[in-house]
């Protein structure tokens, strides 16, 4: 079983609508959370970034981590073509003196239709 | 404010080649992360150093492989004696610490290695 699961897609929505991306972790060490955008050949860009449980709005974003079901989700708000990419949910567990490698989920890609 | 930089972007080597991939942190960030996306395969961690340490290689292959992050200058991944599985983009990511706020990592936009 892998340590960060996550639904690789493809997801298509019409605009404007509201997305749900998801990941399922399994290590109950994991503290910090992350959300990336990967667009085709390009690097993985930092969208969100929440430490524990609750919830965190940026603009159209909004980032939950319910970490009693070890759960993580992303929502985008009145989506748009250029949300169109790979979504990356990653991880870091607490510090235990160097542990700051993030864990990835395998990406879900997401392609907003007109 | 320049983001974390990368070069070369894309990289053909040989089979038995040497390969070197270099990366400078963002402005402020002493910390360096190197990942490997294989096609079809998500980001794997391969190593994590501070100027002039290695504080987690757990991520890289015992042979072949080597990293650097010296006092002056970018951190290099080498990779000796190319082989084609080591086809992949190579990703840097820097962060400005490591506990608390300041544990995001940020990404370059990759080196592209290609082995023929």
């Known amino acids: 079983q892998k340590e960060v699961e996550q639904d690789p897609g493809p997801l298509s929505v019409p605009e404007g609508a509201i997305v749900s991306l998801n990941c399922t972790y399994s290590?109950?060490?994991?503290?910090?959370f992350m959300w990336y955008r990967q667009y085709s050949r390009k690097g993985p860009e930092l969208l969100m970034y929440?430490?524990?449980?609750g919830n965190k709005e940026d603009g159209r974003f909004t980032a939950q981590v319910d970490k009693s079901s070890k759960y993580i989700s992303l929502f985008i708000r009145d989506s748009q073509p250029s949300d169109s990419a790979t979504y990356l949910c990653?991880?870091?567990?607490?510090?235990?003196?160097?542990?700051?490698?993030?864990?990835f989920g395998t990406g879900t890609q997401l392609k907003v239709e007109l | 404010n320049a983001g974390v930089m990368q070069n070369p972007r894309h990289l053909v080597r040989r089979r038995g080649q040497e390969a070197r991939l270099r990366c400078s942190p963002m402005?402020?960030?002493?910390?360096v992360y190197w990942y490997r996306q294989l096609p079809e395969e998500g980001l794997k961690f391969m190593v994590y150093?501070?100027?002039?340490?290695?504080?987690?290689e757990s991520g890289m292959p015992k042979e072949r492989f080597s990293a650097e992050f010296p006092k002056e200058g970018p951190s290099i991944l080498r990779i000796q004696q190319v082989v084609r599985g080591d086809s992949a983009a190579y990703f840097c990511?820097?962060?400005?610490?490591?506990?608390?706020?300041?544990?995001?990592?940020?990404f370059g936009p990759g080196t592209r290695l290609t082995v023929t």
């Open positions: 402005k402020g960030h002493s910390h």
């Open positions: 150093l501070q100027k002039e340490n290695i504080i987690d």
């Open positions: 990511a820097s962060s400005p610490n490591t506990g608390g706020e300041g544990n995001e990592q940020y």
């Open positions: 990653a991880m870091i567990p607490i510090l235990t003196g160097g542990g700051n490698k993030l864990t």
């Open positions: 929440t430490y524990s449980s």
């Open positions: 290590n109950s060490a994991f503290q910090y």
